[in-house]
């Protein structure tokens, strides 16, 4: 780097220092961590064995039988398997929250990394996929937040795992409103009907790897799922960063 620019890089960091994501500390000049230091890094909450044969989240040998978890049992879902490789608190919760509402698509690539060393480490069957399909935005929600964090997402895991991306596979037909507050059951009817299949894609016969940052009940990658299911797909699995 030519001694101007690192005067100039100096300058920058003096005026606006780079702050850590997640503690809002001070990054080191030259510090190899772009957004987020190696403290919160460590502190990232990763989901571990055994997991839910069903929705992926961690399945407590004490409380559950089998290998299914008893939301599951309670609730079916239409997707075929998910998965996650973080729990949705903490380090991992700040980012979400900073990629999705503060205005950081940049954060969707150092998020997807996570996503996919979760599939390399425990060889998640996803090369049997024939499409990566993010789980959609409604256009007045898009419009709002100025991208689909799910479609970055799954942009940067279609392209690592060479898997054809298909981010208009799907749409929202009607807006819904937001999931954070709603009750379970209240969550599954705020999603019914709201996506459609678009008929200039066909995925009739094949394997789905549906794309989302957060899986909280799963309603809302089931109805997807539930979608794909209905035109044809063979197997959807879910991935998500955080369960």
């Known amino acids: 780097m030519p001694m101007l620019q690192r005067l100039i890089d100096g300058l920058i ?25 190696s403290k919160c890094r460590e502190k990232i909450q990763k989901n571990t064995p055994p997991f ?18 008893a939301k599951c049992i309670r609730q079916p879902l239409s997707f075929d398997r998910a998965f996650s490789p973080c729990a949705y608190s903490g380090v991992i919760k700040e980012l979400i929250h900073e990629f ?38 409604h ?17 940067h895991i279609a392209k690592e795992l060479n898997i054809n991306f298909s981010p208009a596979a799907l749409f929202r037909k009607r807006s819904t409103r937001t999931q954070v507050d709603l009750k379970d059951e209240e969550r599954f009817a705020n999603v019914a009907g709201s996506f459609s299949i678009n008929p200039k894609i066909s995925v009739k016969g094949k394997n789905i790897l549906l794309v989302d940052d957060v899986f909280t009940t ?15 797909a063979h197997i959807v699995f879910t991935l998500t960063l955080a369960n």
């Open 13 to 37: 960091d003096i005026v606006y220092p780079k702050k850590c994501l997640a503690c809002k500390d001070r990054l080191e000049i030259n510090s190899a961590e772009e957004f987020i230091c």
């Open 100 to 137: 999705k509402y503060k205005n950081k698509p940049y954060l969707g690539k150092p998020l997807s990394e996570i996503m996919i060393s979760f599939i390399r480490e425990y060889n998640l069957p996803f090369s049997y996929a024939d499409l990566v399909v993010p789980v959609p935005l």
């Open 218 to 232: 799963g309603a809302t990658t089931s109805e997807a799922a539930g979608v794909l299911k209905n035109a044809g």
């Open 139 to 155: 256009n007045a929600r898009l419009r709002e937040r100025e991208f689909n964090q799910a479609e970055i997402l799954s942009s």
């Open 52 to 69: 839910c044969r069903h929705c992926g989240r961690y399945l407590n040998p004490k409380k559950d039988a089998g290998n299914i978890c």
